[in-house]
T-cell receptor, first 114, second 109 residues
């Protein structure tokens, strides 16, 4: 079974802190994604990566950056956390070829910025 | 850019059939997928339509009309455990994946 693991289920951080959310997948997937999920807004794509050191912006990259130094690991960084970044963050991965490529999700990190 | 619009909520009776619609506007289009998410859980893949027509997987079917920029998920013989949020999703390229706003389905006895 594909496994996508996010480092924390719950996280509380202070405004202005630099926050790292870690995601690891064990299926050698090329693509990895970071989403945030807010009620009524669905899953909004923050960043995605299709290879090591390669990244592209999604719909809402402002205030975030990402790092992919190894194929299995994709990190989301909040440079200076703000209260409007309080949300559920979901990481996902998928194969990089073909259009019918199922995405597998981690269990999510609920981040609260106070 | 892209947008995928879904109704926010649907309620249906156990044993009935329900249809969840998705209309999309994308700069490129590589098929429509559907995901299910139970409260507190992670989204899980249900189905994919790359071409027009109906795809059936057990009690779930999904339909796509690219000329109408429209698709739907059909759930038959509804069960209480089908109460969840359902998302359509689309790719505009080989490597991205964008989701719709989600539809919360409530199944009532």
């Amino acid at each position: 079974d594909v496994k996508v693991t996010q480092s924390s289920r719950y996280l509380v951080k202070r405004t202005g802190e630099k926050v790292f959310l870690e995601c690891v997948q064990d299926m050698d997937h090329e693509n990895m994604f970071w989403y945030r999920q807010d009620p009524g807004l669905g899953l909004r794509l923050i960043y995605f990566s299709y290879d090591v050191k390669m990244k592209e912006k999604g719909d809402i990259p402002e205030g975030y950056s990402v790092s992919r130094e190894k194929k299995e690991r994709f990190s989301l960084i909040l440079e200076s956390a703000s209260t409007n970044q309080t949300s559920m963050y979901l990481c996902a991965s998928s194969l990089g070829v073909g259009m019918n490529t199922e995405a597998f999700f981690g269990q999510g990190t609920r981040l609260t910025v106070v | 850019g892209q947008s995928l619009e879904q109704p926010s909520e649907v309620t249906a009776v156990e044993g009935a059939i329900v249809q969840i619609n998705c209309t999309y506007q994308t700069s490129g289009f590589y098929g429509l997928s559907w995901y299910q998410q139970h409260d507190g859980g992670a989204p899980t893949f249900l189905s994919y339509n790359g071409l027009d027509g109906l795809e059936e997987t057990g009690r779930f079917s999904s339909f796509l009309s690219r000329s109408d920029s429209y698709g739907y998920l059909l759930l038959q013989e509804l069960q209480m455990k089908d109460s969840a949020s359902y998302f359509c999703a689309s790719r505009t390229g080989a490597n991205n994946l964008f989701f719709g706003t989600g539809t919360r389905l409530t199944v009532i006895p």
